[in-house]
């Protein structure tokens, strides 16, 4: 059971706009910690997406973008390609002093 | 340019040790902190702990305390975790990734641990 709730799976058509949430609580995201998102595509390590709720690190696109409200989240990814399909999982911290992260959602794209 | 480049696959019995190093290069090893991150088959991550790379100090996720240690020697700037008393449910994925501000934004490849008896 993560810390981080998400749909375990979404699906869009290439081209369309798909987004994923992340439900924490009081304690992690409603206490004010940074929602951070990573792309995980099949057989390789997690990759940096969105770091500090909405910033995007160098080399990624646009088209991806995050958000946060109260004790929750949510990644938008718009100009669906086939290449997005992957697994992202956002991440934040707890005042329990430790890193938690959302479960996983598996994007598919149709 | 930033690397972490982690030990190969190890298969281990049940009860024994294991330690994955991650020797990274490419930055100041003293101005961030490393983690690890686990990942069983078909499964999600799972954060273990985290160590400065500044001082050694650590912070380890409740469910590994007592079973698990991390260190670093700054002179290779690598960093080591050692996990004791490995159980089937161990089997996983281990990254290493450097840690900024409570996220991490470089990874390593991944070490492959195998329990089995």
């Known amino acids: 059971q993560s810390v981080l709730t998400q749909p375990p799976s979404v699906s869009g058509a290439p081209g369309q706009r798909v987004t994923i949430s992340c439900t924490g609580s009081s304690s992690n995201i409603g206490a004010g910690y940074d929602v951070h998102w990573y792309q995980q595509l099949p057989g390789t390590a997690p990759k940096l997406l969105i770091y500090?709720?909405?910033n995007r690190p160098s080399g990624v696109p646009d088209r991806f973008s995050g958000s946060k409200s109260g004790t929750s989240a949510s990644l938008a990814i718009t100009g669906l390609r086939a290449d997005d399909e992957a697994d992202y999982y956002c991440q934040s911290y707890d005042s329990t002093l430790r890193v938690v992260f959302g479960g996983g959602t598996k994007l598919t794209v149709l | 340019q930033v690397q972490l480049v982690q030990s190969g696959a190890e298969v281990k019995k049940p009860g024994a040790s294991v330690t994955v190093s991650c020797k990274t290069s490419?930055?100041?090893?003293?101005?961030?902190?490393i983690s690890w991150v686990r990942q069983a088959p078909g499964q999600g991550l799972e954060w273990m702990g985290w160590i400065s790379g500044y001082n050694g100090n650590t912070n380890y996720a409740q469910q590994f305390q007592g079973r698990v240690t991390l260190t670093t020697d700054t002179s290779t700037r690598t960093a080591y975790i050692d996990l004791r008393n490995l159980r089937s449910d161990d089997t996983a994925v281990y990254y290493c990734a450097r840690d900024v501000d409570r996220h991490v934004d470089y990874w390593g490849p991944g070490t492959l641990v195998t329990v089995s008896s």
């Open positions: 490419g930055y100041t090893f003293a101005t961030y902190g």
């Open positions: 500090g709720n909405n």
